[in-house]
């Protein structure tokens, strides 16, 4: 029984921790890296639309007598190709994606850009694991005579009634929260078999 505890612990532990793997996009699908026809210019724009890339994903760009080109923003939108980032001539280029935001990549063959033949890749910054929520606190009980601002002044001081409540209430709460935490403990205990 201990070690069926064991696996399903192991098995829960590795679904609810499980990291969404890095994916290879290949560039224009099956039309690859080329230059788009005259009544399809936005091809490109319209892949990347369509996919979602995260940090550690992969652009494979599949080209026959043309290059890609990794540019700045300004050279992009101005298809100017005589500073590149990088330069791939090799017919087939896989690209990493290693940070969040824009990436811009236009072709180095003259008027290719001007017709289409440029991508830009908005890359997804990761999720930021949610704070777990706060531990419940205890509530303070107001001393005797006391008056908030948001209520009027009574002239009847607390009634003992009242006192008992709050203190009753607090005390659910510490308690609740206590016993929370000593079961989540004990469960993790019996499934290391501790």
Same mark, same amino acid.
Request: hydrophobic fraction near 40%.
């Given at each position: 029984?201990?070690? !069926?505890?064991?696996?399903?612990?192991?098995?829960?532990?590795?679904?609810?921790?499980?990291?969404?793997?890095?994916?290879? !996009?290949?560039?224009?699908?099956?039309?690859?890296?080329? &230059? =788009?026809?005259?009544?399809?210019?936005?091809?490109?724009?319209?892949? $990347?639309?369509?996919?979602? !890339?995260?940090?550690?994903?992969?652009? %494979?760009?599949?080209?026959?007598?043309?290059?890609?080109?990794?540019?700045?923003?300004?050279?992009?939108?101005?298809?100017?190709?005589?500073?590149?980032?990088? #330069?791939? #001539?090799?017919?087939?280029?896989?690209?990493?994606?290693?940070?969040?935001?824009?990436?811009?990549?236009?072709?180095?063959?003259?008027?290719?850009?001007?017709?289409?033949?440029?991508?830009?890749?908005?890359?997804?910054?990761?999720?930021?694991?949610? $704070?777990?929520? @706060?531990?419940? #606190? #205890?509530? $303070?009980? @107001? =001393?005797?005579?006391?008056?908030? @601002?948001?209520?009027?002044?009574?002239? $009847?001081?607390?009634?003992?009634?009242?006192?008992? &409540?709050?203190?009753?209430?607090?005390?659910? %709460?510490?308690?609740?929260?206590?016993?929370?935490?000593?079961? %989540?403990? !004990?469960?993790?205990?019996?499934?290391?078999?501790?």
């Amino acid at each position: 029984m201990s070690s !069926f505890l064991r696996i399903f612990f192991i098995i829960f532990l590795a679904t609810a921790t499980s990291v969404q793997s890095a994916r290879q !996009f290949h560039v224009g699908d099956r039309v690859g890296w080329r &230059q =788009p026809d005259q009544n399809n210019a936005d091809f490109y724009t319209k892949w $990347a639309q369509t996919n979602r !890339f995260q940090i550690g994903d992969s652009l %494979v760009f599949e080209y026959e007598n043309d290059s890609v080109l990794s540019v700045e923003k300004e050279d992009y939108f101005n298809c100017d190709t005589s500073e590149p980032i990088t #330069t791939f #001539t090799n017919g087939k280029s896989t690209l990493n994606l290693d940070r969040s935001g824009p990436f811009y990549f236009i072709s180095g063959t003259d008027d290719h850009c001007n017709n289409g033949q440029k991508l830009l890749v908005e890359v997804m910054a990761p999720h930021p694991i949610p $704070a777990s929520p @706060p531990t419940p #606190t #205890t509530i $303070a009980v @107001p =001393p005797e005579g006391f008056s908030s @601002p948001m209520m009027a002044p009574s002239n $009847a001081p607390y009634s003992s009634d009242t006192l008992d &409540q709050a203190a009753s209430s607090s005390t659910m %709460v510490v308690v609740t929260s206590s016993f929370m935490s000593t079961l %989540v403990t !004990f469960v993790i205990v019996i499934m290391l078999g501790l």
